[in-house]
């Protein structure tokens, strides 16, 4: 018989110059079939003449250097807020600099302080009246006048950004000993043309370049300093470094009022993701996303008139690109990278609408952080495999691939063992999925949060985040992770916004509603309970026979009586100090219930005191600890709902979520279809190939029971972190 040749193909290398052999092994063994460069990194002549499809990166705003140090007022601006200071008399002075790392910005001196910046009495909130300070431009110094002793004032100042954060990143994380570079602003029409220039010379000068990767395309991320260099504030999905002023002026033209520097500090807090957006800071995204797609629309046509495709990372300068919107796609992008260490990252990617190449940039990157002597990358890639991989069996990606330095991988030869079987696994994925979608149930899952497609699948931290060491490149989890758990289950999830429920309701298909964050955030809708139209539709929708299932602090706000508005719902409230005179129903146990059903043990809710209590007598409480409710279930008219105080990503909490979103929707007999006995497990079912993929999601040898479509069952026995196909 004739043997058949090992799959190969949708692997993008890195490559590295002095590593040519090294990159033709690897390209071999691992089965790519592209090659990329990284910054700081280049691809030899004798890498581009391999054969293999071409991946070349540049970032348009910081590629070219002559032109911004000879036009240091088109740099990328911000308002940032000056630290608090407490005045002891009337006569104030503040540095609005300290603390922030001065080597990163500088003042902006060129527009009127008095027209843009604030000083703000922040015992108050009112704003001083700029007759009462003034900016001294040598020191940088401002001098308030009248102030109210032991008032606290803060500063909201424009500056210009001096050096890239991707750059700063690299020479402190991979010890760049080259020149900063700068990055320009692109809404200058002056900018706007030199870098169009520019990147004609870009396409002429590769002809060999096959994708032309751009990284991304106008505005970083937010990223602000200390003086020691060190995170002060981060927002992977801010729009805080989207400013000039005459893109604010534009926006006054264009809606009849300027953005004042609050707006971006919103209230001394930045408007992190965490915060509910305001609709002044909604409008000014929206102006940022017409000019986002309006210039990489302008980059991919020059592309392809060149006769290259266009690849866009999900990182970087990424702000304002918006892949979920309407706008993206009208730039027509032809591949969509991202970064990704978890399920929820390659949901990221995966659920983007539209035919492009989806391909992940797996972590972790070959940098010295985790390459390095004590450094655990083999265990650090199967951990995050494992987690991609759940997510992978709901919805496929097209590619995958690694960035940063080879030289390092190399040092690991039982990475570079792991990352070939780690191909082989995805490329069976590939082959035997026929490219389609597996099977999923006949429930529709919303998640409703104040952003819906704003920010679908991004992490809704909470506070435990803020006390997580962490590596700031990478997203880590710290406590509840909702959204890990769902993304591996086989369900249609969507992202709703409670403004849409406003203005047009809860959509037809939705079967089950979840709302998961901390209380008063973004992710639970803070304000947006205290909407009447808000609260009953929602309510309708689950007395009418849909689902509801809260976490954290669902539908919490103080308002008339109650935390968590939909108590009656939910069939728990909070304790927040107001009625500690009223006692609780008693907290009484349900030892056998379908959510639970599949417990082993006692569930991990990451808490030990939620102080949530029962509200309703009707409510069937499922796990607790002591008085702290920590999961219920409850029946509202049709409907159904249930509560958890948190829940951390493992695999027994996703399975509680799996069996709660198919009680909630009122499905139970429906769960048992393409469904796996053992929790540790997971299955597929692929209709457009007919074939069955079982995976082992532990470190350990388990055996399962494959219960398929038909009501038939088939049992499975599988290795450690192992996958099986099956016709």
């Known amino acids: 018989m004739k043997s058949k040749s090992k799959p190969t193909g949708s692997i993008t290398l890195p490559a590295e110059v002095g590593e040519e052999k090294m990159v033709v092994q690897l390209a071999k063994k691992w089965g790519a079939d592209a090659i990329r460069d990284s910054d700081g990194t280049e691809l030899s002549q004798d890498m581009l003449d391999l054969g293999l499809e071409v991946y070349s990166t540049t970032c348009l705003v910081r590629a070219e250097q002559t032109y911004p140090r000879l036009h240091m007022d088109q740099l990328p601006q911000k308002f940032l807020m000056s630290d608090p200071v407490t005045a002891t008399g009337k006569t104030l002075v503040i540095d609005p600099m300290s603390g922030f790392y001065r080597d990163k910005y500088v003042i902006d001196l060129k527009h009127s302080a008095k027209k843009y910046w604030e000083v703000i009495d922040r015992t108050t909130g009112e704003v001083v009246p ?50 900063h570079v700068i990055s320009v602003d692109p809404y200058h029409k002056e900018c706007w043309d030199h870098l169009m220039k520019f990147y004609d010379k870009y396409l002429e000068n590769h002809p060999q370049t096959d994708v032309v990767r751009l990284t ?3 505005y970083h991320f937010a990223v602000d300093s200390d003086q020691d260099s060190v995170d002060k504030f981060r927002d992977w999905t801010g729009y805080q470094d989207t400013i000039s002023v005459l893109a604010l002026e534009d926006f006054a033209k264009e809606h009849g009022y300027r953005l004042r520097g609050e707006d971006f500090v919103d209230e001394g807090y930045y408007n992190a993701a965490c915060r509910v957006p305001s609709e002044r800071y909604l409008a000014w995204m929206k102006f940022i996303h017409r000019f986002v797609v ?10 392809h008139k060149a006769g290259k495709k266009t690849a866009i990372f999900w990182g970087d300068h990424w702000i304002g690109v918006e892949p979920y919107l309407p706008g993206f796609l009208k730039m ?31 972590y972790p990157y070959f940098f010295p952080d985790v390459f390095r002597e004590g450094g655990d990358p083999l265990g650090e890639s199967v951990s995050n495999w494992i987690k991609i991989r759940r997510a992978l069996l709901r919805k496929p990606v097209d590619r995958l691939g690694y960035g940063g330095y080879l030289s390092l991988a190399l040092k690991f030869p039982e990475f570079v063992e792991h990352v070939a079987e780690l191909c082989d696994e995805f490329r069976a994925f590939r082959d035997n999925s026929g490219g389609g979608e597996s099977l999923k149930a006949p429930i529709k899952v919303a998640v409703l949060n104040a952003w819906g497609n704003w920010k679908p699948w991004i992490n809704s931290f909470g506070a435990p985040q803020k006390f997580l060491v962490k590596r700031p490149d990478v997203i880590q989890v710290a406590g509840t992770n909702l959204l890990e758990c769902l993304s591996g289950l086989p369900v249609e999830i969507e992202f709703l916004s409670f403004e849409e429920v406003e203005k047009k309701g809860i959509p037809k298909d939705i079967t089950v509603i979840i709302n998961d964050g901390d209380a008063e955030t973004a992710w639970s809708g803070g304000r947006w309970w205290a909407n009447p139209k808000v609260v009953e539709k929602v309510r309708a929708f689950v007395h009418n026979g849909g689902g509801f299932i809260g976490c ?29 005179q009223s006692a609780p129903v008693p907290v009484k146990l349900v030892n056998d219930h379908f959510i639970t059903a599949d417990l082993t043990g006692s569930a991990d809710f990451g808490t030990h005191e939620t102080f949530v209590y029962v509200a309703e007598r009707s409510t069937q409480v499922i796990a607790a600890e002591g008085c702290h409710v920590m999961a219920a279930a409850n029946s509202f008219g049709k409907g159904r709902s249930v509560f958890f105080g948190a829940l951390p990503y493992d695999l027994a909490n996703s399975r509680l979520l799996h069996r709660a979103i198919f009680w909630a929707a009122g499905k139970e007999a429906e769960l048992k279809k393409w469904f796996c006995s053992n929790p540790l497990t997971d299955c597929a079912w692929y209709p457009k190939s007919r074939k069955l993929v079982v995976v082992n999601n532990s470190d350990q040898p388990q055996t399962t029971v494959v219960h398929r479509g038909d009501g038939k069952t088939s049992k499975a026995s599988l290795k450690p972190h192992a996958s099986k196909w099956m016709d």
């Open 130 to 179: 700029v007759s009462k300070w003034k900016l001294d431009p040598k020191s940088g110094k401002v001098t308030v006048n009248g102030c109210v002793p032991f008032h606290v004032y803060t500063v909201n100042f424009l500056v210009f950004q001096i050096w890239d954060t991707t750059s700063m990143y690299n020479h402190l994380t991979n010890n760049w000993d080259k020149p």
């Open 216 to 218: 991304t395309l106008a």
């Open 294 to 303: 309006k210039f990489g629309k302008a980059l991919v046509d020059k592309a």
């Open 332 to 362: 027509g992008i032809d591949i969509h990278v991202g970064a990704a260490e978890d399920g929820v990252a390659l949901r990221r990617i995966s659920d983007t609408p539209g035919g492009l190449v989806k391909e992940l940039r797996l």
């Open 552 to 580: 954290r602090g669902p539908t919490a706000y103080q308002n008339n009586g109650r935390y968590f508005q939909l108590s009656d719902v939910l069939g728990v409230d909070k304790e927040t100090g107001r009625t500690l």
